[in-house]
């Protein structure tokens, strides 16, 4: 930690400065430099100078919360926090360290954006070419490079000296970047970091001072004065708080503005009036910062306001709703929108449309929260306008790719019947209002997403939209309601709404004049002559050019242009024409025109886009606005058609694959890969992605450890820092797997029921066993109401583009890590569930455990806690129940998930800004791609998103299809200021817009569109007046009731008629009642549904294709009985969707259910005329409608209808059907059964097909494939094709077999009988009867016949092994270590070895003697490891604590002593020394004064702890003789706070003054009744300290010297580097760095010496070793790896036992390494002898025999060794340390070394030339030489120091010099 906040000091907390002494410094200066005048800027300066060590005190992430016992972990619990396993060593956490420091900023390297890691860039202060680059650049990309860390401008706002030219540039550049209006979170980000810069506290100061001084020109001044005053006045009005900031600048700048004006270097009067604004704003800023907003006027809801004028700006109302808007009993003034007639002006017609389209949003809410709150005790009690969810609670929060959401969880019980499927409950983006306290009190969320799956348990995500408003709520329960309107429309509409003004507000002259007059687009006004080539209108590949002169009268025909005449008008007008209405009567090809129209205008783009004024090209997109996605989908798939590429398709989810390309994400995404993204927003976009990676690690690890207390129990190694600590005492006093024992989750304790222990829960599985068993056919895919809400709000800029790729898989990694990190906390996990048993002990059935888990899972999601009395109390844990038990485990996990919760907080609201930024980094690529392209296309809801982006844009043309279904706020706020032309198409006698508020639809007219309203007012509207889709029948209707003067196109006349009925038209009437959906309040019925899903069926029996029908209903409540009874594998393909969703589209046969059927007269919205003509025009060939004639009657509409249908007999009860096969056959049906008398769609008399086979159709009669090219004959085939006269056993439509499959019985090749298919030929049969042969060993073979006889026999049988054990083992185990028998030898600690004889090797190597040590340690606690000869020091935590703190160490390590002022004192004594020192005072003895609770004076000491227990009233208690002095009439008594016990005062004192037997032994001082140590009583405080001090000293000599410790660590480093095997090196340096006390080092030392020997002896027989002998070398170089193993096996030290073990087997392994390599030798030469065979058989018996190597027979292996050596001329083998230690030894250069004829190695000193002669000691040979000269049979031994020459040698050069280490 200490580390770690070094760290922080010097990265965070100061700047090149230091943070706090860089302020001062400035003010000093100031202070010196300036007189009087300038003070001011000293005393601002001043009030913020100590700002700069802000940041010196983090130390991790834990805040004081109040609570004592959480204050005085503070430090425990930062440290706990760093647990990534099970063990208990905090300062080991390497991946939480990882977070630490990326909290501080500590990162060596940082994630890229692409998922790599790039090294961090040194950042300097950006120079001033590079700022005035900046200001030649587009504003949005000026802000997003001063944004960038990496740009330097922030380094360069907090330099210490900034040049005078240099701020005037700032000035400018934030001036510039300012006006970026689109990036509004990275520019608030900017000035955040400009408020708290060294520019704004100390430079602007400068700047302002610096200007009297100076005398330059007056603009000069003048310029810069306004720049000083433009700064901030943007930096107020964006950062209201930076007021505080400015203060002292202002008063500067006002004294610095009278000097000049005095001395004339300025004049300009409109710089005095801007700055007394300037001064006017800050006031007003500083005065209304905090305060609520005033609510505006309200007014009866019965009266409708339109001659008034409102009570406030509108662009003052808050987007979101006030708590007065939800509480209060009246409603905002609203006016109506008015459909005749003109408004006053912008600010009229805006604000109507505000405050209606907001109140549509709020009124819902109010009225709905109203009803609540009024019933809300009546739980059978409907709500209308909301939905109630009841104990909602905030689980844990989520990381998305762009914010923070959270995952909720509420009561689902009282919601079963809800079909989450389908519901329009919680769709993603709905706005909800949560409250604990009955909405006096609230907070907004919107839903972020929704499963269904999650739903049904409970589940839910929601994004609260004001930051920070659940930081105070953690726990608690809300009432959640909700209300279906989609927030994010409304928002992004409002706001737009808010920022149009008189100024920028489009086409005024209509939208608020509602003037007839209509002119042509302004880019034709200004040239009269402008020609368009319409030749692409009649054939895009045509050559010719129709050079038509656009406003004249000199056009060609309707039919030469390919149209009829009312839609030429409709094209003359729409390009003639800057406002253009355009309706289009079903079926009349609106959407036709509106392509001929889009493609004239981008085949003549150059004539609308050129700039009339400045006659120069400006790219300006056709922007194209459709209501649904569908729409949007059609019009741009009839685009592409003749325009190829650019096109933009943005909004929600496209099903077209050929728009997949122009998708506004593709396209986002090639972009990138082309690397056509600008350099700057790449840099941006990666620094943000490193910020945001670096924030989501840090949370989600906090999120796992909120999610991991409701999956499984924590280890209570895990919460120990949450638990008081008696709790922790109490619970793991001298236990294993406390946690899983106390909570009897280890199924230990026999006498508690599982089941009633859990509160066992019977839960019917009967329906789930039922669904996993008897699943259906797969059900038609209907998209419901809620699938097609949350397409319609779903857009794809919302996607995350991050999430794709490298990046991806990153993520997706870390989150596993994070995870699986977090997951070693668990004790327990639901998973292991198996190992529960019965009460009999037999393992539970996978029925009990499924049931055991889930009310496991319950207990683990209760709530119910103890509170922090309740846990006060409880001393001893294992004494509570079972219940008690969790709620109390509840109670440390509340604790535990507070301290993540409120991490998360904090780190929230960064996280959502950078989320913001990435956002609007997005949206900056995209601008660039629209900027581009031809054609955008968006949905209305995509438009109200994006606007921003859309003003930027300024698309001179705007075409809105469906225009008459879209609000006309939507239309408005897609406009932008650019725009010159506007076409609306659709037909405002079909569907209207459709607002939440029914009473704001009719009353206040806010369902009439624009495209309504406009026609209204008398403006030209073009209809189109023939129709192109419906037979004349079907038309008839529009034509009568609808739409007079609509013809039929001749087209239409020549529709064959619908085959298999008598009608192409056809209404039944029938009397069956409808249903209602609880839930939704929609209707249903099911007589319609199984009526229509028949004659669909019938239907496509008569040849139709699925695709050609299309069943439409009125409700959507409808589609889920359609959905229920229309199964896939039939009718997939038809089309299912309520009359709503299907505007604008059409089909061959439509099916209508009307639904409604009741006896109350009600037909709902059937009676609205719109609907009427939408559900009755979408037939091309036939309408067959169902539904209850005579109530739709009630309605006059309807009543003309069916009159006018009862005339032409197109009314029944039943439908008749017509067999095509028999046309004199007819059926007429009435009910959903009759359907079946037609089972095959024909009649009932059968098919007399005669099929190709020869047989007859089995089929009844049907009309479909009456080729019966495609009817299968089932009869059984009757072809013979086996030689022996098998017949053919598939059906007759199956193709037969040539080969004959007919089981038979043959007699192979083996002699075996076995049944084989007829065809097989014997010699191909494998045999499958068992093996009668015999193995070597005598044992039958186990395998089948035709199969290999197996090597390895598995017989059982007795085997005496060399070690003298018998056993049964397998016939092919021959290994003597397989011996399974005990090893039991005594080891040298004295306990027998626990190991088995092979497992021990033989005797060699025996196993870890696993005795319990049971010694006591110095700190009185147990010794937990195994036999040890010295105990290590104790891992549990220090129990060592005063009344300021708790040691935080481990009990093995030093405590630090505490240093605060010590607490003993009374009114007559007062020690005056540190805490961990000895007092100086002596104890008090005088009675205590005062007052227990029961009245009585307290009968302890002055300055102690008062007893609980009183003289009185506990007198026999207290009085109880236990030293003799209890009953003494001036006996006072001591409370010990460690246990509670309460001894009498003299006798306690003389207890723990009580001397040592004189024993060495350092003991704690205990209580006489329990034995609980005394550490916190203050009384015996020096007794306390003093053995806390002999304690120390002994941990000191157990540790060791630390300075010995580093040393050693640092040569085994180095030489642990030099290892060969690098991989073993690594995790030895890993555990190196573990090593705290001196034994754990020599342990290392060992552990490096026997690894560093086995790398030695496999290298001493590397190459030299025959390859006779290859299986021998193999052998050994095994048994090294295992000795191997063996060393590096993790363990806390090495037994005497095994360190002895390892080096003798170790020395035998060497010995026979070096017998097989001189056998070698000896092979290669040749060399044989009875001596030598002696020699060798010996070393060879005895380092092969079973057993370790005895000791009295190595000098003889060594002396045989030695003269096998001899006798082939080999040195004896030294290894290389000894080689290198020798060499080092001598001292000698190289070349120095030589050997004698027999290889034995010797030296020659001084220059290295041989002057004497003399004789070998090893073997008496000649040695040496004499004038230089080396004898000719001695040679250079090079092996030792690697020289090429003798030193003294003609040959010698530099190579006897190089290094060789």
């Known amino acids: 930690m200490s580390d770690t906040r070094d760290n922080l000091h010097s990265r965070r907390g100061r700047g090149p400065r230091g943070g706090g002494r860089g302020s001062r410094y400035s003010s000093r200066q100031a202070h010196q430099k300036y007189s009087s005048t300038e003070r001011l800027n000293v005393s601002a300066h001043d009030s913020f100078g100590g700002h700069g060590n802000a940041n010196d005190n983090v130390e991790g992430y834990v805040e004081d919360t109040g609570d004592p016992s959480v204050r005085r972990k503070s430090r425990s619990m930062a440290q706990h926090n760093n647990y990534t396993g099970r063990g208990r060593n905090r300062s080991n956490s390497r991946t939480d360290n990882r977070y630490h420091n990326a909290e501080a900023g500590v990162q060596a390297a940082r994630p890229s954006g692409d998922g790599g890691f790039r090294p961090k860039r040194e950042v300097r202060p950006t120079g001033y070419k590079r700022l005035e680059e900046v200001l030649s650049k587009d504003q949005a990309e000026a802000l997003i490079q001063l944004s960038s860390t990496y740009f330097g401008f922030e380094k360069l706002l907090n330099e210490p000296e900034i040049r005078r030219d240099l701020r005037t540039l700032i000035c400018r550049v934030l001036i510039h970047a300012c006006q970026c209006t689109t990036s509004t979170v990275s520019l608030n980000a900017l000035l955040s970091k400009v408020q708290n810069s060294m520019f704004i506290k100390y430079h602007m100061h400068q700047h302002i001072l610096a200007l009297k001084n100076e005398r330059g020109p007056r603009v000069r001044h003048e310029v810069e004065i306004q720049d000083i005053i433009t700064v901030i006045r943007m930096l107020v009005e964006r950062l209201p708080s930076a007021t505080r900031e400015v203060k002292a600048s202002l008063m500067l700048l006002e004294l610095t503005m009278e000097e000049l004006y005095e001395v004339g270097l300025i004049y300009d009067s409109n710089i005095r009036s801007r700055f007394d604004e300037l001064i006017e704003f800050v006031k007003e800023v500083e005065k209304t910062q905090g305060e609520k907003d005033k609510p505006a006027t309200r007014r009866k809801i019965n009266n409708i306001d339109d001659d008034n004028p409102p009570p406030n700006n509108f662009r003052d109302i808050p987007i979101f709703p006030t708590l007065e808007d939800l509480t209060t009993d009246t409603i905002p003034f609203l006016r109506r929108n008015k459909l005749d007639g003109s408004y006053d002006n912008a600010d009229h017609y805006l604000d109507v449309q505000f405050r209606l389209l907001r109140e549509d949003m709020v009124r819902p809410l109010r009225e709905g929260i109203k009803e609540y709150l009024k019933y809300k005790h009546d739980r059978h009690r409907r709500i209308t ?71 049904e348990n409970g589940f839910l995500e929601l994004k609260f939209e004001i930051e920070g408003e659940l930081e105070n709520t953690r726990n608690e329960k809300f009432t959640m309601v909700e209300t279906s309107s989609f927030f994010e429309a409304y928002r992004h509409v409002l706001l737009s709404l808010q920022l149009i003004t008189e100024q920028n507000m489009p086409m005024r002259k209509y939208i608020i004049e509602a003037n007839h007059e209509v002119n042509a687009p302004y880019y034709l006004r200004y040239n009269r002559n402008m020609t368009y080539d319409l030749a692409p209108l009649i054939d895009k590949d045509t050559p010719k050019r129709m050079l038509v002169k656009i406003a004249g009268n000199t056009w060609p025909s309707a039919h030469s242009l390919q149209l009829d005449d009312s839609q030429f008008n409709a094209l003359k007008t729409a390009l003639t024409k800057e406002f253009a209405v355009i309706q289009g009567p079903p079926g009349t090809g609106k959407t036709y025109v509106g392509l001929k129209i889009v493609h004239a205008l981008l085949h003549n783009r150059e004539c609308w886009t050129i700039d009339g004024v400045r006659a120069e090209v400006k790219e300006s997109p056709i922007f194209v606005v459709c209501y649904t996605n569908h729409a949007l989908d059609q019009f741009l798939e009839g685009i592409y058609s003749f325009q190829r590429d650019s096109i933009v398709r943005v909004g929600g989810r496209s099903s077209s694959e050929t728009l997949k390309k122009f998708n506004i994400t593709n396209l986002r995404q090639e972009s990138r890969e082309r690397k056509e993204v600008p350099r700057h927003i790449l840099d941006m976009k990666r620094e943000l992605l490193q910020k945001r990676n670096t924030l989501r690690d840090v949370m989600e690890h906090a999120m796992e450890k909120i999610k991991l207390t409701t999956t499984g129990v924590i280890d209570e190694l895990f919460l120990e820092t949450w638990m008081l600590d008696k709790h922790y005492t109490s619970l793991t006093d ?43 056919d797969e059900q038609l895919e209907v998209a419901e109401e809620s699938d097609l809400i949350a397409e319609q709000r779903l857009l794809n800029i919302d996607d995350a583009d991050e999430g794709t790729g490298l990046s991806a898989m990153r993520s997706t990694r870390e989150k596993d890590k994070i995870k699986n990190t977090v997951r070693k906390q668990l004790a327990f996990d639901p998973e292991q569930m198996g190992r529960f048993k019965d009460k009999d002990g037999f393992q539970l059935p996978k029925q009990g455990r499924k049931k055991r888990m889930r009310n496991f899972k319950l207990e683990l999601q209760k709530t119910d806690k103890m509170s922090n009395v309740e846990a006060a109390r409880v001393q001893n844990v294992w004494s509570l129940k079972g219940n008690d038990r969790w709620r109390l485990y509840r109670f440390w996990t509340s604790r535990y998930c507070d301290h993540e919760r409120q991490l998360l907080f904090e780190k929230q609201e960064e996280y959502n800004t950078i989320g913001k930024q990435l956002q609007e980094l997005r949206l900056e690529e995209d601008l660039l791609l629209m900027r581009n392209a031809k054609v955008i296309g968006m949905t209305t809801t995509g438009a109200a998103r994006c606007r921003d982006m859309i003003q930027r844009i300024k698309s001179k043309i705007v075409i809105v299809e469906e225009a008459a279904e879209v609000l006309e706020a939507h239309i408005v706020s897609s406009l932008t200021e650019g725009c010159e032309h506007l076409i609306l198409i659709g037909d405002h006698q079909q569907l209207r817009p459709n607002p939440t508020v029914y009473d704001l639809a009719k009353r206040y007219k806010l369902e009439i569109s624009l495209f309504e309203r406009m026609v209204e007012n008398g403006m030209h509207c073009e209809r189109l007046n023939t129709q192109h889709r419906m037979r004349p029948e079907i038309s008839s209707l529009m034509k009568n009731h609808f739409y007079k003067g609509l013809q039929d196109a001749p087209s239409v006349h020549n529709y064959e008629t619908v085959k298999g009925v008598a009608n192409n038209m056809l209404f039944i009437d029938h009397d069956h009642k409808e249903a209602s959906d609880n839930d939704t309040l929609s209707k249903s019925n099911v007589y319609e549904a199984e009526f229509l899903v028949g004659l669909c069926k019938y239907m496509i029996q008569q040849g139709y ?72 025009s979408r037939a091309k060939k036939g309408l067959f409608c169902i539904g209850n004639i005579k109530l739709l009657t009630q309605d006059d509409q309807w009543r003309k209808i069916v009159t006018d249908l009862r005339q032409k007999n197109l ?17 007429d ?14 009649c009932s008399k059968p098919c007399t097909y005669r099929l190709d086979c020869g047989h007859v159709c089995t089929l009844p009669c049907h009309p479909y494939d009456p080729e019966h090219k495609n009817v299968k004959c089932s009869r059984p085939c009757t072809k013979v094709h086996c030689p022996i006269g098998h017949p053919c056993r598939f059906r007759c439509y199956q193709k037969c077999e040539l080969k004959c499959t007919v089981s038979v ?17 014997i010699s191909t049969v494998t045999c499958i009867s068992d093996c009668i042969k015999i193995l070597q060993c005598g044992h039958a073979c186990k395998g089948k016949c035709s199969q290999p006889c197996t090597s390895t026999c598995r017989e059982i049988v007795s085997k005496l092994w060399p070690c003298g054990h018998k056993g049964e083992y397998q016939c092919h185990v021959d290994d003597p270590m397989s011996c399974s028998n005990p090893c039991g030898a005594i080891l040298k600690c004295g306990h027998p070895c626990q190991g088995t004889c092979g497992g021990c090797k033989n005797g060699r190597l025996h196993q870890q003697c696993c005795s319990k040590c049971d010694r006591t340690l110095v700190c009185g606690h147990g010794c937990l490891e195994p036999c040890t000869r010295n105990c290590p020091p104790c891992r549990k935590s220090c129990e060592n604590r005063c009344v300021h703190s708790k040691c935080p160490k481990k009990c093995g390590e030093k405590c630090t002593p505490c240093t605060m002022p010590c607490e003993w004192r009374c009114q007559h004594k007062q020690c005056t020394m540190q805490c961990g020192q000895l007092c100086n005072r002596r104890r008090c003895d005088k009675p205590c004064k005062k007052t227990l609770s029961c009245g009585h004076q307290c009968a302890g000491l002055c300055g102690e702890l008062c007893p609980r227990k009183c003289l009185i009233c506990d007198n026999i208690e207290l009085t109880t003789i236990m030293f003799g002095s209890e009953d003494e009439p001036n006996a006072r008594f001591i409370q010990l706070e460690d246990c509670g016990h309460v001894i009498e005062s003299t006798a306690l004192d003389a207890w723990v003054d009580l001397e040592d037997d004189g024993s060495t032994n350092v003991q704690s001082k205990v209580c006489p009744v329990c034995k609980t140590p005394i550490r916190r009583n203050l009384r015996y405080g020096n007794i306390i300290k003093q053995l806390q001090m002999d304690i120390e000293s002994v941990k000191s000599k157990i540790l060791g010297d630390e300075h010995k410790i580093r040393l050693d660590k640092l040569r085994l480093q180095r030489e642990i580097q030099r290892l060969s095997d690098k991989e073993c090196g690594t995790f030895l340096l890993s555990e190196l760095s573990t090593l705290l006390t001196a034994e754990q080092v020599v ?122 050596s001899e006798e082939c001329g080999v040195v004896p083998g030294i290894s290389d340390t000894e080689r290198v230690q020798i060499v080092q030894a001598m001292g000698l250069s190289q070349g120095h070394w030589f050997k004698c004829p027999k290889g034995h190695i010797y030296a020659i000193g001084d220059c290295g030339g041989a002057t004497v002669e003399s004789k070998c000691p090893e073997c008496g040979s000649t040695i040496g030489g004499t004038q230089h000269r080396l004898r000719s049979d001695n040679q250079l031994a090079s092996e030792m120091d690697g020289a090429s020459y003798a030193a003294w040698s003609e040959q010698t050069n530099l190579e006897n010099y190089g290094n060789m280490f």
Not at 1229 to 1241: A, H, L, S
């Open 1305 to 1321: 019985e043959k007699f192979l090749m083996c002699g075996h009988a076995q049944i084989v298919p007829c065809f097989k030929e």
């Open 1643 to 1764: 342990d290392m030392k060992n552990k490096l010496q026997f690894v560093s020997k086995v790398e030695e002896i496999k290298k001493a027989g590397d190459g030299k070793i025959n390859s006779r002998y290859a299986v021998i070398e193999k052998r050994i170089k095994k048994e090294l790896d295992t000795c191997k193993e063996l060393i590096l096996k993790p363990r806390n030290h090495f037994s005497e036992q095994m360190l002895d073990d390892i080096a003798s087997e170790l020395q035998r392994l060497s010995f026979y390494m070096e017998l097989y390599v001189l056998k070698s030798e000896l092979r290669i030469r040749k060399i044989s002898s009875e001596k030598l065979a002696d020699y060798t058989h010996f070393v060879k018996k005895h380092v092969t025999s079973i057993g370790p190597l005895k000791e009295q027979n190595v000098k003889t292996i060594i002396f045989c060794l030695k003269k096998i």
């Open 385 to 455: 306008d909301i939905r109630v969810y009841n104990d909602v609670t905030v689980e844990y929060p989520i990381c998305s790719h762009d914010c923070v959401i959270y995952k909720v969880r509420f009561d689902v019980s009282r919601l079963k019947g809800v079909r989450w499927q389908s519901t329009k409950r919680l769709i993603y983006g709905s706005l909800v209002c949560l409250s604990t306290d009955d909405f006096q009190t609230v907070c907004f969320a919107t839903v972020a997403n929704r499963e269904p799956k999650d739903l």
């Open 1229 to 1242: 049906v009435q009910q959903p059964n009759d359907f079946t008398k037609c089972p095959e769609g024909g």
């Open 1211 to 1227: 009314l029944s009860k039943t439908i008749r059907l017509c067999c095509q096969n028999h046309p004199g056959t007819a059926v």
């Open 734 to 776: 001298g236990r294993e797997q406390s946690m899983m024992s106390w909570l009897n989750l280890d199924g230990g304790d026999s006498n508690i029921d599982i089941d009633t222990y859990f509160g066992f829960i019977e839960i019917n599985d009967e329906k789930e066993n039922e669904e996993e068993e008897n699943e259906d």
């Open 1105 to 1176: 294709k699925p695709s050609e029908i299309t069943i439409l209903t009125t409700y959507t409540g409808q589609l889920f009985q359609f959905k229920k009874q229309m199964k896939s594998n039939f009718f997939k393909g038809v089309r299912v969707c309520a009359v709503d969703n299907f505007q604008g589209e059409e089909n061959e046969i439509i099916l209508l259910s009307l639904v409604r059927s009741n006896d109350e007269g009600k037909i709902g919205f059937l009676k609205e005329k719109n609907r009427m003509c939408v559900a009755l």
